[in-house]
């Protein structure tokens, strides 16, 4: 079982680049039953899709 820890690095690495897919279950499994990290998953998309909106970065 991976830390909370583990688990926000892996949502933010997950947003730039494909994680490998034992990956992805870990993630989704924590997320399952973790409400922190279900917050910070929600917040890193709205923050992404913020950043988005500008172009040239
Ligand atoms: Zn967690």
Same mark, same amino acid.
């Given at each position: 079982?991976?830390?909370?820890?583990?688990?926000?690095?892996?949502?933010?690495?997950?947003?730039?680049?494909?994680?490998?897919?034992?990956?992805?279950?870990?993630?989704?499994?924590?997320?399952?039953?973790?409400? =922190?990290? *279900? +917050? !910070?998953?929600?917040?890193?998309?709205?923050?992404?899709? =913020?950043? *988005? +909106? !500008?172009?040239?970065?």
């Amino acid at each position: 079982m991976k830390t909370c820890k583990e688990v926000h690095r892996l949502v933010i690495e997950g947003q730039d680049r494909t994680l490998p897919l034992s990956h992805r279950i870990a993630v989704r499994l924590h997320l399952m039953m973790c409400s =922190a990290c *279900r +917050r !910070f998953e929600a917040q890193m998309n709205l923050l992404r899709q =913020a950043l *988005r +909106r !500008f172009p040239g970065d």
